[in-house]
């Protein structure tokens, strides 16, 4: 770890002397500029040859593609250890992406930090608080007028710190990224799970909370735990109905949902060439559902074409002439391997409930009879992050044309969501968008919209048992539509498109006929679309706004009477005790997701409101004292309630808590909340069995102890009613585990080993009650 005076130098540049870290170092073959937003912010290719050429030397050993871009980044190639799954490494990245429900926690921070402007490229993207209700015009006016107040802070807040701002209508911050900021050999983080989606362009964009992003932003080296890699190795094309979707949704059911965790998956083989760029970004992106740190495809020529599409030939030039340190290196090794044969892969979909849950789509039908779950499909939705790209939709229309040519329309609904202004404005003038409105879809906002659970559903009732198939990356319990009983499938659009016209799982459109309106039987064609436009791309509106060269005079307003947004207060810091007498809030039963312990949908309007969205603290967590969400015993009252109320008790009566958890707890969205509330309302510590990567960082960014059971069976020990003493944290160290005391209620104890994480800058952070705590000691 760096000293600490190495640091305070380092901030005290961000605060004053530092200007953007990126244009230090600039391209001496070419200057070429980072995006058309950002003309005198250069791409640092020399110094990632440098510090690559470093790297190898010392390493003595061929580099992956994951490892020639990440090791490119560190701040210390010279003297940084280096070893997978073990070391944390810092790095340099180029620069931060922030959508708008994850933005307010992260600029409230910054603001916090007292730090006068991002010391890196930053970009703040407005898509997440866009409810799908009516359609893309009226919904996006409802929204504007309902989230003014936050669209507003965010919007003064960037032009303040030096941040550019993509409004309400822009598109889904990924495909903005995808279009103008993702590069071959980029290191991007943005505050959303799925940032992964940059990999498609050959970069490594790594989901984050809002504190990393912050740690970004005032230019401090970002910590990320050395990842392994994972290599999937691709060989044959795709054909047919075979999309880039069925290759993540067979990976999915290869690795599940925790089988990525700690590690990079990187692409290669002779089948990445049958992948259009597009199609990789949709694979990278839905990596976050198999644990991914990230996902990333090697440089070749379907990048170099899109990058051309997308008004930026220079950088395509100038990475075809760094193109060995965009690619691995012969004989590099992986972690483990993967193989996918690609001409034999067939249709796939996910679900319900779980993303790893996979089934070819001839089979599906038959496994849902025997499952019991609903054959009859309600909605079919197609877009989101992950398959809202210009070939998307234009393969989805191909199916719908032939639907329409025999008379027929989808007996299900049908709702369609553009990735961005850019592909909505094309696909009108392409005529894709009339065709999929024509076959009874409704178009819908350039938004997240329903894949968020940003959808005013009207055609059924809570508890009602349902089916809906989407092209959407996530489809845990009440995700989409917040009934449990909706069970949702993800697949390709095409594939979704040919269930919403059939109606049923029971439809497989590689072998099955459909009767057109004439009584003749059909079967439709395998769907082909090119995957950019003929002609250029039109740009559609313009929704950017260019942080200003002076903005001394700009005002950023919190009202203190404000139900949106609220100013933030420092965490108290560490007592210097071991935590005693811990009350367990909920011991939780099986799969916890970010959504089960921060509400999305409905929640989405506190994101900026801690105290607010505090209140829908684990309220889909199932407690295993009575298998029930949201029903928690007070230890005090001995009354079940909810588990927010019950946290605000304990912390009224100054009682401290833990919360015990099973595998994998906090998998899922990026979203930092999740950390945040349990902080807020007077947890201490989280104890389970093991975590998803981001949670666990982002609880130790607010102070939290997230801590794993040695023996996992411990798990078995703990009952709600114990009272938990954590030992051993005034010598708290790297690798040395910790013991806490199970107390019962009838006298006896039982002590058990919990191990942890932790390296010295983050045991600061313990220490100082949180990261921004300890970044604002180091400030003074």
Not at 318 to 331: N, S, W
Not at 455 to 480: A, H, M
Not at 734 to 744: E, N, Q, R, Y
Request: aromatic content about 6%.
């Amino acid at each position: 770890m760096a000293p600490y005076n190495l640091l305070v130098t380092r901030l005290q540049k961000a605060l004053g002397v530092r200007q953007y870290h990126v244009a230090s170092v600039l391209c001496q073959r070419a200057k070429v500029a980072m995006s058309h937003f950002e003309p005198n912010e250069y791409i640092r290719y020399d110094q990632l040859e440098k510090n690559i050429n470093i790297v190898r030397k010392r390493l003595n050993r061929p580099l992956t593609l994951s490892e020639k871009i990440v090791y490119g980044h560190l701040d210390d190639p010279a003297n940084q250890e280096i070893e997978r799954g073990k070391t944390y490494l810092r790095l340099r990245p180029d620069r931060v992406a922030m959508q708008d429900a994850t933005a307010q926690m992260a600029m409230l921070q910054f603001i916090s930090s007292g730090l006068p402007k991002v010391a890196v490229p930053s970009t703040i993207h407005c898509d997440h608080l866009i409810e799908a209700q009516l359609g893309g015009e009226k919904d996006l006016r409802r929204a504007k007028d309902i989230n003014q107040e936050v669209y507003n802070f965010l919007a003064t807040a960037g032009a303040k710190y030096g941040v550019g701002f993509w409004k309400p209508g822009s598109g889904i911050i990924h495909q903005i990224i995808l279009e103008n900021y993702a590069y071959p050999g980029v290191l991007l983080i943005g505050t959303d799970s799925h940032t992964p989606n940059g990999g498609g362009l050959g970069g490594i964009c790594i989901g984050v909370g809002g504190a990393d992003a912050v740690d970004v932003m005032a230019g401090i080296p970002w910590e990320l735990k050395c990842p392994k890699v994972i290599g999937v190795k691709l060989t044959g094309s795709l054909s047919g109905w075979t999309s880039p979707k069925d290759v993540i949704l067979k990976v999915a059911g290869i690795l599940t949902v925790k089988g990525g965790t700690g590690a990079i998956v990187e692409y290669h083989g002779p089948g990445v060439d049958s992948i259009s760029c597009t199609g990789m970004a949709t694979i990278c992106n839905m990596g976050a559902e198999i644990g991914a740190t990230t996902s990333v495809f090697p440089y070749n020529h379907r990048m170099k074409k899109y990058l051309s599409k997308t008004g930026r030939a220079e950088i395509a030039k100038i990475a075809e002439e760094f193109k060995d340190h965009l690619v691995p290196d012969p004989g590099c090794h992986y972690d483990q391997v993967v193989e996918i044969n690609l001409s034999e892969l067939r249709p796939h979909i996910n679900g319900p409930f779980t993303p790893d849950l996979a089934h070819p789509v001839a089979d599906v039908g038959n496994v849902a009879e025997k499952e019991g779950w609903p054959l009859d499909i309600r909605v079919g939705l197609i877009g989101s992050c992950t398959n809202s790209s210009y070939e998307d939709m234009g393969r989805s229309a191909a199916v719908a044309k032939q639907a329409l040519a025999h008379g027929l329309k989808c007996k299900s609904q049908f709702t369609i969501t553009p990735g961005s202004e850019q592909i909505r404005a094309t696909i009108e003038r392409d005529g894709y968008a009339k065709t999929l409105r024509d076959v009874g879809g409704i178009v819908l906002a350039n938004a997240c919209g329903p894949c968020i659970g940003q959808w005013d559903r009207k055609d059924i009732k809570k508890g009602e048992k349902n089916t809906i198939v989407t092209s959407y990356n996530r489809n845990f319990t009440g995700r989409n539509d917040a009934n449990p009983e909706t069970h949702a499938f993800v697949t390709s659009p095409e594939i979704v498109t040919a269930l919403t016209i059939a109606g049923t799982l029971k439809f497989n459109p590689e072998t099955d006929f459909l009767t057109g309106k004439d009584g003749k039987k059909f079967k439709l064609e395998a769907p082909d679309a090119d995957e950019l436009p003929q002609a250029e791309f039109d740009p559609g509106q313009d929704t950017y706004q260019h942080p200003p060269k002076d903005s001394s005079g700009q005002r950023v307003d919190v009202s203190p009477t404000s139900q949106r947004l609220q100013l933030l207060e420092p965490f108290d810091k560490w007592d210097g005790k071991d935590l005693e007498d811990l009350q367990i809030l909920i011991k939780v039963k099986g799969k916890c997701t970010t959504d089960h312990i921060s509400a999305a949908g409905p929640w989405l309007k506190f994101r900026g409101h801690l105290d607010n969205i505090s209140n829908n603290l684990l309220i889909g967590a199932i407690n295993i004292e009575n298998d029930k969400a949201n029903s928690v015993r007070n230890a005090v009252t001995q009354e079940f309630g909810p588990v927010p109320d019950t946290a605000r008790y304990y912390k009224k009566h100054g009682i401290r808590w833990v919360v015990i958890g099973d595998e994998n707890y906090g998998e899922g969205s990026s979203r930092e909340h999740a950390a945040l509330e349990p902080r807020h309302l007077g947890g201490r510590a989280i104890i389970t069995k093991s975590f998803a990567r981001i949670h666990e960082t982002n609880l130790k960014k607010q102070g939290l102890l997230p801590l794993t059971f040695a023996d996992p069976a411990d798990y078995n020990k703990i009952h709600p009613v114990d009272k938990l003493t954590i030992q051993g944290l005034k010598d708290f160290a790297p690798g040395k585990p910790l013991k806490c005391v199970i107390k019962h209620p009838n006298g006896t104890q039982e002590t058990i080993v919990l191990n942890h994480t932790f390296n010295e800058t983050q045991i600061e952070w313990f220490r100082a009650g949180s990261a921004l705590n300890r970044m604002k000691e180091l400030q003074h």
